[in-house]
């Protein structure tokens, strides 16, 4: 018997897009706020999840054909390599740096190296929790 699911899948698209939204605001937020990497990271993997919930999963690969375990490597390797930066400079391991730059309509914008290495976290973030839910999967 095929199940309609024609309203969570609606209700979903919807629901994806604010849940993505959440996930930008708390990835840049966390430079002075609570947020950051991490926390932007597991919002933005409870969307990808809640895909893998309304659609199938062979749907949602279609959609978003990207293996989550690349981007898992890439997110580490982002970190690692922000660390790294700072020693070849000379300053210790994970040692920030950062300028402030005049941009037009936004005004003066501040820049650091703090903002890699925060995304290379969410990146990490999500390529772990989405492989570890589609390795749960897969034993179902």
Same mark, same amino acid.
């Given at each position: 018997?095929k199940i309609n699911?024609v *309203?969570?899948?609606t *209700?979903?698209?919807?629901?994806v897009? *604010? ?8 990835? &840049?937020s966390?430079h ?5 990497? &991490? *926390?932007?990271?597991l919002?933005?993997a409870s969307?990808?999840?809640?895909l893998f ?7 949602v690969r279609i959609?978003?054909?990207i293996? &989550? ?19 070849v &400079?000379?300053t210790p391991?994970?040692?920030q740096?950062?300028k402030t730059?005049?941009?037009p309509f936004?005004?003066e914008?501040?820049?650091s190296?703090v903002?890699l290495f925060?995304a290379?976290?969410?990146l990490?973030?999500?390529?772990v929790?989405v492989t ?7 034993d179902?």
């Amino acid at each position: 018997m095929k199940i309609n699911d024609v *309203i969570l899948q609606t *209700i979903t698209r919807v629901v994806v897009f *604010i849940i993505l939204t959440l996930a930008i605001y708390l990835f &840049f937020s966390g430079h002075y706020d609570p947020g950051g990497g &991490f *926390i932007g990271g597991l919002v933005l993997a409870s969307a990808i999840v809640l895909l893998f919930l309304a659609f199938d999963i062979e749907t949602v690969r279609i959609g978003i054909p990207i293996n &989550f375990r690349v981007v898992a490597a890439i997110g580490a390797f982002i970190v690692v390599a922000t660390g790294i930066g700072a020693t070849v &400079f000379g300053t210790p391991f994970l040692n920030q740096a950062f300028k402030t730059f005049n941009i037009p309509f936004f005004g003066e914008v501040e820049l650091s190296t703090v903002t890699l290495f925060e995304a290379g976290v969410a990146l990490a973030v999500v390529g772990v929790v989405v492989t570890i839910i589609l390795s749960i999967s897969k034993d179902g």
